[in-house]
């Protein structure tokens, strides 16, 4: 399309005040479509591509494991290079689209242990080998499947490796960077919208003989919200500048913008919640879900501790 990082968060944000979820889903699909278009090459370009990006054709992203989730570089899945092909084996976890969409990018393990043995694959739905585990039961995204992605003897064409043996791990970080703005474009939505809303609740609730709006605590609360959240999309806003411009810091301001943006956007929801009072509980009430789809923000793109870790360095 031609978008930056910058029109891409406002577009995110847009979307996810109507759903989190599906919104979420878009951004993953639309990293995966990134690295295809960033790191393949002109022939996995001009077959993949025309179907992903008009979204004919869906991707997931195949990165954590049981066993690796923030320590990535540590990850097990193997893929033993024989003629022609790439045998893969092991099991992918917690993965946004798994046995429902039609393509997989897959970070697996064909050197020594450590980041430098990584290398990227694009497995399409229906090689032999391919697996799925059952539909995970989650607290929110429910608009979206979760499931293992599981490999046996799952034979890759060399030519759907993704750029060289041992880029995987660079590509899926340089990935990241882009899926933290993108995600946390999400929480702004979802705070945007729950803000929107707890507003138009307070103007109208009464207790103790006049209108909710009319106490000072929940003015103040408000106000406090409404920080949080402008504060927030500022960072990611500029995040997004940092990584369309190149800049030597892009890496830290993706990883700040994803702590701070994550972390306040779901305290506006959950005080948006309280807000409602009983009624936030209620699941005719949009509140409690917008709560319970960012609460999952905070951990994947990278915990947040491991955002505050990147930071640090």
Known sequence: SGLS??????????????????????????????MVDRYGNEGQRTKH????????????????EPGAGSDASALSLSARREEGVYVLNGTKAFISGGGE?????????????????????????????????????????NSQPTRAVIFEDCRVPVSNRIGGEGDGFSIAMNGLNGGRINIASCSLGAA???????????????????????????QFKLAEMATKLVTSRVMVRRAAECLDQD????????????????????????????????YGYLKEY?????????????????????MKLIIAR
């Open 49 to 64: 591509l025309p179907s992903l990006v008009t979204m004919q054709r869906l991707a997931s992203y195949c990165l954590t």
């Open 192 to 218: 945007q919208a729950s803000l929107e809303q707890t507003v138009e609740h307070v103007l109208v609730r009464g207790a103790f003989g006049k209108k909710l709006s009319e106490f000072q605590h929940i």
């Open 286 to 306: 949009p509140v409690q879900q917008y709560m319970r789809d960012t609460r999952v923000h905070q951990i994947l793109e990278g915990t947040n501790e491991i």
């Open 247 to 278: 800049t030597h810091d892009k890496v830290a301001m993706c990883s700040m913008a994803k702590l701070y943006a994550t972390d306040s956007c779901f305290e506006v929801c959950n005080d948006a919640l309280q807000l409602h009072g009983g």
């Open 101 to 141: 969409t039609d393509v997989y990018v897959v970070m697996a393990r064909t050197g020594g242990q450590g980041p430098r043995g990584i290398t990227c694959f694009l497995v399409e739905e229906g090689t032999e080998g391919l697996g799925f585990g059952k539909k995970e039961k989650k607290v929110g995204w």
């Open 5 to 34: 990082r910058l029109d891409t968060s406002v577009v995110f944000e847009a979307l996810s005040t109507g759903c989190v979820s599906t919104t979420a889903y878009i951004s993953i699909h639309n990293m995966c479509c990134w």
